[in-house]
């Protein structure tokens, strides 16, 4: 009767046709949960209060790139959170790989809002703004693209990691057609947004592109197109379906 009522309250979630392993909320995804929030939390508290006109314009202001970090780290977060969902593992593996996944995190948020803010003044001409973050050249913007890129980068590849472990356990997880397939996906498509964000890095860097080389974190959609073209699983969703 209880797994019954959690199938139907399953049913109402974002991923209704993976069977959830993960019931219970474990203690490594509770610490991880809090570093993501104190992540989330670095973002805002660098905001301050509004006092007048200027200040308030300012404030909402920043709501942009303060948006775009919050949007990444979410982003983070939804991974995280729909990989233990689906299947519960925390072994020793897991648990140094996701040990590796929150301190990028967390090396990332730190100075996320930092470079969000003085790329977003730098490329929208706020001059005073932008050179009193440091930030007075195509090259200096690009250098933080390349951080941030690293970073994404990082935190794929561990995602990447974490699914091909999950493959090695699918006989003992018991994972169905659809499941083993749309898990396969996902270590496609996280290995393909590592090397997208690789490579921007790499043009961020040292191309003349400089922070424009940013665009290319747009081509993420390439790698869950590849990876659904490598590992069909639609035909079997709807086979799993009907079952």
Not at 57 to 74: D, E, K, Y
Not at 82 to 103: E, H, Q
Request: charged share 15%; proline share 3%; aromatic share 18%.
């Amino acid at each position: 009767m209880i797994r019954g009522a959690l199938d139907d309250f399953k049913g109402l979630d974002h991923d209704p046709d993976f069977r959830w392993r993960g019931t219970n909320v474990t203690r490594i995804e509770n610490l991880s949960d809090i570093v993501f929030a104190i992540a989330l939390g670095m973002l805002i508290t660098g905001v301050d209060a509004p006092r007048d006109i200027a200040g308030l314009r300012q404030f909402l202001w920043n709501v942009f790139p303060t948006a775009l970090g919050f949007a990444v780290l979410l982003g983070l977060w939804h991974g995280h959170y729909t990989f233990f969902r689906r299947y519960g593992v925390a072994d020793k593996t897991i648990i140094f790989l996701n040990a590796i996944l929150i301190f990028v995190v967390l090396f990332m948020a730190y100075p996320l809002r930092f470079a969000f803010d003085s790329l977003f003044a730098f490329m929208t001409g706020d001059i005073d703004r932008s050179v009193g973050m440091g930030v007075m050249s195509l090259k200096i913007a690009g250098e933080f693209v390349a951080f941030f890129s690293l970073g994404y980068a990082i935190a794929f590849l561990i995602f990447a990691l974490m699914y091909g472990h999950i493959l090695k356990k699918a006989e003992l997880l018991a994972l169905n057609g659809f499941e083993l397939a749309l898990t396969q996906q996902m270590r496609a498509t996280r290995y393909g947004q590592c090397a997208i964000a690789l490579f921007t890095a790499v043009m961020a860097y040292w191309s003349p592109l400089y922070p424009l080389a940013g665009i290319f974190h747009t081509f993420f959609f390439l790698a869950y197109w590849y990876a659904e073209k490598r590992y069909p699983s639609k035909h079997l969703m709807v086979a799993h379906s009907d079952s």
